[in-house]
């Protein structure tokens, strides 16, 4: 992500708040508050602002600010940049913290995500 702007298919932009199960196709940006579940094999991107509470199932999850607590399954790579908290479970077979991240829980990294896939739903 440095150096280069992610293309933001949808946004859940600041001071919005969605309850429920988000599934989409493309990037997703949440600026604002997610309780629930969230399914997509694509990009999502939890910015500053953002709160995501619940369980993750995407293609990659980056977190450039704002807060996850959450459980994450990711087929790709969990990415959380300076300014990004995560706190909760995460399996990913990439998974970045950068310097000025935030990160407490629990990782797996799997070398084949399709076992953890099966298992989680």
Same mark, same amino acid.
């Given at each position: 992500m440095t150096g280069? %702007? +992610?293309d933001t298919g949808s +946004? +859940?932009? %600041?001071g919005s708040a969605f309850n429920g199960k988000l599934t989409f196709l493309g990037t997703v940006r949440i600026e604002g508050r997610m309780d629930g579940e969230i399914l997509s094999d694509d990009t999502l991107v939890v910015a500053d602002g953002g709160e995501v509470r619940?369980?993750?199932r995407v293609g990659t999850l980056i977190v450039t600010g704002g807060i996850v607590e959450a459980e994450v399954f990711a087929k790709t790579a969990v990415e959380i940049h300076p300014g990004g908290r995560l706190i909760g479970e995460v399996t990913s077979p990439v998974f970045q913290i950068e310097r000025g991240a935030f990160f407490q829980g629990q990782s797996k990294m799997p070398e084949d995500m399709t076992d953890e896939l099966?298992?989680?739903e």
């Open positions: 280069k %702007q +992610l +946004l +859940l932009g %600041q619940g369980t993750i099966d298992e989680s």
